[in-house]
Every structure is written in structure tokens, then in C-alpha cells.
């Protein structure tokens, strides 16, 4: 029998930031599960508690955050909304960006990281940089703040392609790994935060009926 890991209980709820009849834009706190887990005792998600919510019962799943990722996501409230929306994601057509908090001083301003990533099978979920294999993964960065008697940089990170586990992997291969995080670390950075500090802070989609642009922001909470 596979050895499940079982999710701790997530206390803090799924905040609904903008709805609408067509899709819902909502904050996931960090330590919840997006989707339901395989074992039966990971059915807590976001899904799942906005499908139990009254103005919320036919939201599905448009894409993802990792559990331990707090911030903006959007679901669908309609088969119709869930096709368009998906497609943008699909074609990168949606804009966001996230704030991290990463270990030691980042000297440059702003940057670019260009790594191929592949799932690195031995070691799942891990993700590794592979030339070769790899699909194309691009990561735009810029410095927000340097915090010298910590020894920590805060960054906007753009993902420019949506790979699992991007931003974490990347910030890794920069030399400066996410505060908090327990797969891709080095000199006890996942030890220096209580979480992963990695927060997706905007999110900007074009409305499938009025063709509009929505920009929703969470603030980040670290």
C-alpha cells in the first residue's frame, strides 16, 4: 500500500477577493491544497471548500498553486468560462507576478533566468534543470528590497512560462533559494521562514464575455 502523506488542517479560509457570475477570483492561504489530494483524508482544498460555499457551487479547478504557495487564484464558474479562461492560460495570455523572500543578498537589479526543467523522477516532485529534455522555463526577476542585517532580498518574480515548481527552482539555480522551502534549499535556507515565502500577488485575465482586462491583487502577507 503507497505511504500517503497526510495534509495538516489548514485553519485559514478561502477569502473570495472579486466574484463574478462567470469565474471567481480567490486568495488561497498557504498549507491548503488546490485541488483534493489522492487519500481520502486530503479532500480539503479549494475546490472543495468553494463548492460547499452558496455563491460558489460550480467552481472548477483553471489552474494551480503549490500548497505551500499563498495568493491569487481564479476559478470557473461555468463550462464556458472554464474553456476561455484556460485557453489563456494555455496561450499566455494572463499576466502575473509573485513576491518571494530569498536567502542572502542578491546584488543585481533584475534578470532573466532561461533553464530548461524536467521532472526529476528519482526524487519526485522534485523538478531539475535538464538542456537536453527539459521543456522551456522563463522566469523573469527584479529586486524590490535588500534587507542587509538579515541577509535577505525580496523579489518580484513574472513567470513567463507556468512549469510546476518554476519559481522555486529557478530561485534556486540563481543561488538564492526561497526562504522556507523544503525542496529546493541550501545553507539551511528552508530552516529561516515558518513557510514558503512565495506569494502570487496579482493576476490580470481578459473576461470571457466583455473582453476586458481584470487585474485582482492579494497583499502579500510577509
Not at 31 to 60: F, W, Y
Not at 64 to 75: E, F, K, P, Q
Not at 163 to 172: G, K, M, T, Y
Request: aromatic residues 6%; glycine residues 4%; proline residues 7%.
Amino acid at each position: 500500500m503507497a505511504d500517503y502523506h497526510i495534509v495538516p488542517f489548514c485553519p485559514e479560509p478561502v477569502r473570495i477577493l472579486h466574484p463574478d457570475k462567470h469565474f471567481l477570483f480567490v486568495n488561497k492561504p498557504a498549507g491548503l491544497l488546490s485541488i483534493p489530494g489522492r487519500h481520502e483524508e486530503n479532500k480539503d482544498c479549494v475546490v472543495t471548500r468553494l463548492q460547499n460555499h452558496p455563491k460558489s457551487k460550480t467552481a472548477s479547478i483553471v489552474h494551480r498553486l503549490d500548497m505551500a504557495t499563498s495568493g491569487v487564484m481564479i476559478l470557473a464558474q461555468t463550462k464556458f468560462a472554464h474553456r476561455e479562461i484556460s485557453k489563456q492560460f494555455e496561450l499566455r495570455q494572463t499576466d502575473k507576478y509573485y513576491i518571494a523572500v530569498v536567502d542572502a543578498i542578491v546584488e543585481k537589479d533584475s534578470g532573466v533566468i532561461d533553464l530548461p526543467m524536467i521532472a526529476d523522477w528519482p526524487n519526485r516532485p522534485k523538478q531539475k534543470i535538464d538542456f537536453e529534455e527539459g521543456k522551456k522555463a522563463v522566469t523573469e526577476w527584479e529586486v524590490l528590497e535588500r534587507d542587509l542585517e538579515k541577509q535577505t532580498t525580496r523579489l518580484k518574480l513574472k513567470p513567463i512560462t507556468g512549469r510546476s515548481h518554476q519559481l522555486r527552482l529557478h530561485c534556486f539555480e540563481l543561488g538564492h533559494p526561497i526562504l522556507g522551502c523544503h525542496l529546493y534549499h541550501k545553507n539551511g535556507s528552508e530552516t529561516k521562514a515558518k513557510r514558503l515565502l512565495l506569494h502570487a500577488a496579482s493576476l490580470t485575465i481578459t473576461h470571457p464575455k466583455s473582453c476586458k482586462n481584470i487585474t485582482v491583487e492579494s497583499p502579500c502577507p510577509f
